[in-house]
């Protein structure tokens, strides 16, 4: 399916990482209730123990819910460990995979990736599929080399109709929490660049395919008004910014 003959809706995803309590997300989730959103996707990902929270707090708002993480086995003796299927049962429609965090902290490879967004897709979770450069990747001239494999490790898993139910985010690592922000015409890049991948893996004759493309990487309002007008963009994943009510909803306006 061509992204130009459907009318791709923008999502805007917030990551809270390992912040909020209950008294904070009750703040937020509130202020953002009321600001209700424009005709923009909009998603929270709180930390695990919270998702049953955010559920009731979110229940018949436009707000979806979504998780950080699942775990690579679909269930058994794996301590720490949240499958995929019981992120369903809290209500969860999204779960972000392979961030980069993960991937450098937790010891989430390539294969373990695939495994993830595998079983995500099983259970019926859209998986929001993480990949990004270091800086000195980027430095050393890798970055396509780096995006490639980390793409093509989850892509050979699956059939193209698999493939288009993929969110892909793209966060240079360089960028996250780092207040950097890539430049417009590097994003575009890097964004044209990844719809082509996506479209080979694909098999699909033009090079534009409907798999949302999210950017991610110190997004602020500022920012995210000038990402909302690259076509390869389709929306962004959101750190420190999601967790201050009026930047949030100024990103999403922004996308709306
Ligand atoms: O998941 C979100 C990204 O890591 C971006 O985080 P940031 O907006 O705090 O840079």
Redesign the pocket.
């Known amino acids: 399916m061509h992204i130009n003959s459907v009318q791709q809706r923008k999502l805007v995803v917030g990551?809270w990482?390992m912040h909020g309590s209950l008294a904070a997300n009750t703040a937020l989730l509130n202020a953002l209730r009321s600001a209700e959103t424009g005709p923009a996707e909009v998603v929270v990902c709180p930390p695990f123990p919270y998702l049953a929270q955010a559920a009731t707090l979110l229940a018949g708002s436009a707000i979806g819910l979504g998780a950080q993480n699942c775990g690579h086995e679909a269930g058994g003796a794996y301590t720490g460990e949240v499958a995929a299927a019981m992120l369903l049962e809290f209500g969860c429609r999204y779960v972000?995979v392979g961030?980069?965090?993960r991937r450098a902290d937790f010891g989430d490879d390539d294969a373990r990736v695939a495994r993830k967004v595998l079983l995500a897709l099983e259970h019926g979770l859209t998986p929001i599929l993480?990949i990004g450069e270091s800086l000195a990747q980027q430095q050393a001239g890798e970055t396509r080399a780096v995006l490639q494999r980390q793409l093509q490790a989850v892509l050979t898993h699956l059939e193209p109709a698999r493939i288009e139910q993929l969110v892909i985010?793209y966060?240079p690592i360089w960028?996250?929490?780092?207040g950097l922000t890539a430049t417009a015409d590097y994003v575009a890049d890097i964004a044209g660049y990844l719809h082509q991948l996506i479209a080979q893996a694909m098999g699909a004759a033009d090079n534009r395919p409907a798999v949302r493309l999210l950017y991610?990487?110190?997004?602020n309002a500022a920012s995210a008004d000038w990402l909302r007008q690259l076509p390869d963009i389709a929306g962004v994943?959101?750190?420190?910014?999601?967790l201050k009510a009026d930047q949030f909803d100024a990103i999403c306006q922004a996308f709306s």
């Open positions: 990551n990482k972000i961030h980069s965090e993480c985010a966060e960028a996250i929490g780092t991610g990487g110190s997004v994943l959101v750190g420190g910014a999601s």
